[in-house]
């Protein structure tokens, strides 16, 4: 290994254990643009920056102004005056070396007049504090060209981020307690074989507990099954029986004492998971239903190429399931035993994978694109983690602010707890609807807090009303957003650039999953919620 490689690995070595160097890849690949060097947007850029963003630009026709230097650590006295993108880029920069950095000094609404094709040449766009009119245009561009748009706002102690992008294919979901693809209900050729070297009645004492669970489950499946017609335990009270006949397996000393055998304990501990019915969920069934992945096209994403390969191989060689995913749980057997059983489910997954690649060639073919435009190393990342794909498909902004009979009925449920926190999504609303009647926001002189109250309450219920909402908002809240004068606190801005940086790494490397679509934090409270508007 090349030593800048070494030290590249070293320096990101807890994050790579995380999404994998293919997902760094992605990130170093990656350019985002920031709209608004705020505080939240700094801390949003300070956290893409340290883990290795390839690069950024920030646009931002304001100067540093002395509310700026209060609450934001990337902008300094000394830069009172200037330009605000050149000066957080210039900061945000000295922290990584590995990361360019470029600002634009235009307000959005600037480039968007003159070049909104601007906005769509990077990977993605996080606009931070940003007038509604601002926003609907920019998501109606961004929308138009298919790149995602994540909305970030702090306003007092109130957290808000949007997501907004039309489609997000996610390979690698990484979900939380995924069940073990050992196929023990329905073991392949290869496993049954393997199985076959076992004996368990006539070894000897330490191959008899150094031998893997998994072996010891299925030879007892094995014995099940012929006493009871073949099938498999599936009831508690016969998953108990079965569990009973593992224990009476472990060999007794000669006082009649059942000796110290791990291996036949952990097998009693994971028959759940052993006896877990292999097949295909409905969610992976949903997707082979859908319309991408039934009408491919030249332009049909990787994703949908894949999806339709290995629902092709199910029809055929899986025989109903999907490509095996190849990996065993660690467990107590000696290293010879273990890595032979290892060996079998790797081999495995190969064949899958390579009867896999086969469909996918033929696939690519017939679509008109080259076979090698999808590679062998992405074929069996795919059907390593076939069983957890995920699609996320958002709601545009301007679905969202149009009149919705659906959501303005979900919207009134929630509001039946009038503290839910979609109290504060309402509110964010009306106070976008002062500053569009009033050219501010309300509140942010402080002798005018007391008529902004009023004009607030106005906006609301005009928004409300609007929107055919017949619910009551509590004056506590109205006041309470008067008060906050649009103040972006920095521990909020610091909480929500966390949470945004974390989104936009999701989206960059298609690894987790992405929220759907509206996140909103309770300062006050230290709640959040999140909503698909």
């Known amino acids: 290994?090349?030593?800048?490689?070494?030290?590249?690995?070293?320096?990101?070595?807890?994050?790579?254990?995380?999404?994998?160097?293919?997902?760094?890849?992605?990130?170093?690949?990656?350019?985002?643009?920031?709209?608004?060097?705020?505080?939240?947007?700094?801390?949003?850029?300070?956290?893409?920056?340290?883990?290795?963003?390839?690069?950024?630009?920030?646009?931002?026709?304001?100067?540093?102004?002395?509310?700026?230097?209060?609450?934001?650590?990337?902008?300094q006295r000394g830069s009172i005056g200037k330009n605000r993108a050149r000066t957080a880029m210039e900061l945000l920069q000295e922290l990584n070396d590995d990361v360019t950095g470029h600002f634009i000094p235009e307000s959005p609404d600037q480039l968007l007049d003159g070049d909104p094709s601007f906005f769509c040449r990077f990977t993605m766009v996080i606009a931070t504090q940003l007038p509604e009119s601002t926003l609907l245009r920019l998501a109606e561009t961004l929308w138009n060209s298919n790149i995602p748009l994540l909305i970030c706002r702090s306003y007092g102690f109130v957290g808000y981020m949007r997501i907004i992008v039309k489609e997000h294919t996610v390979i690698e979901s990484h979900p939380d307690n995924a069940l073990e693809d050992l196929r023990l209900d329905?073991?392949?050729?290869?496993?049954?074989?393997?199985?076959?070297?076992?004996?368990?009645?006539?070894?000897?004492?330490?191959?008899h507990s150094h031998t893997p669970w998994v072996v010891v489950v299925s030879k007892f499946l094995e014995k099940w099954r012929s006493e009871n017609g073949g099938q498999t335990p599936k009831s508690y009270k016969e998953k108990e029986a079965f569990r009973d006949l593992i224990r009476q397996g472990i060999r007794k000393n000669e006082s009649g004492v059942g000796e110290d055998e791990e291996n036949f304990e952990e097998a009693v501990k994971n028959v759940n998971t052993a006896l877990n019915a292999t097949k295909v969920s409905s969610n992976i069934e949903e997707l082979f239903n859908d319309e991408r992945?039934?009408?491919?096209?030249?332009?049909?994403?990787?994703?949908?190429?894949?999806?339709?390969?290995?629902?092709?191989?199910?029809?055929a060689e899986g025989k109903g399931n999907l490509p095996l995913r190849g990996t065993i749980p660690d467990m107590i057997a000696d290293s010879e035993k273990f890595i032979k059983l290892q060996n079998v489910y790797r081999e495995k997954a190969k064949a899958d994978a390579a009867a896999v690649e086969n469909y996918v060639s033929v696939l690519l073919q017939s679509v008109g694109r080259p076979p090698e435009s999808i590679s062998e190393r992405d074929?069996?990342?795919?059907?390593?983690?076939?069983?957890?794909?995920?699609?996320?498909?958002?709601?545009?902004?301007?679905?969202?602010?149009?009149?919705?009979t659906a959501k303005t009925d979900e919207?009134?449920?929630?509001?039946?707890?009038?503290?839910?926190?979609?109290?504060?999504?309402?509110?964010?609303?009306?106070?976008?609807?002062?500053?569009?009647?009033?050219?501010?926001?309300?509140?942010?002189?402080?002798?005018?807090?007391?008529?902004?109250t009023s004009k607030l309450k106005s906006c609301l219920n005009g928004f409300l009303q609007e929107y055919s909402l017949s619910l009551t908002v509590k004056d506590d809240y109205i006041q309470e957003f008067c008060r906050y004068g649009a103040a972006e606190p920095h521990t909020i801005a610091s909480f929500l650039g966390g949470a945004a940086a974390q989104e936009t790494i999701k989206i960059i490397t298609r690894q987790f999953v992405i929220f759907n679509n509206t996140f909103i934090y309770n300062g006050m409270l230290q709640t959040s919620a999140t909503f698909q508007l």
């Not at 850029?45 to 609450?71: A, C, H, M, Q, R």
Request: net charge negative.
């Open 1 to 75: 290994m090349a030593q800048g490689a070494l030290v590249k690995e070293q320096k990101y070595d807890r994050q790579l254990r995380l999404w994998g160097d293919h997902g760094q890849e992605a990130l170093e690949t990656a350019h985002v643009c920031l709209i608004n060097a705020t505080a939240t947007g700094t801390e949003t850029l300070k956290n893409l920056v340290l883990p290795g963003i390839g690069s950024f630009t920030i646009v931002d026709g304001s100067e540093v102004s002395g509310e700026d230097v209060g609450n934001n650590f990337f902008l």
């Open 379 to 404: 074929i069996r990342l795919f059907c390593r983690n076939c069983s957890f794909l995920r699609v996320v498909r958002c709601r545009s902004l301007a679905e969202e602010y149009g009149v919705d």
């Open 293 to 315: 992945c039934t009408n491919l096209t030249q332009q049909s994403l990787s994703f949908w190429v894949l999806t339709r390969a290995v629902m092709e191989f199910i029809a």
């Open 411 to 452: 919207i009134a449920s929630l509001m039946e707890n009038p503290d839910n926190e979609i109290v504060l999504y309402l509110m964010l609303r009306a106070v976008d609807r002062f500053h569009k009647q009033h050219g501010r926001y309300p509140g942010v002189y402080n002798y005018q807090i007391e008529g902004d």
């Open 186 to 207: 329905q073991p392949f050729p290869e496993l049954k074989e393997h199985l076959q070297l076992y004996d368990l009645d006539h070894m000897e004492r330490k191959d």
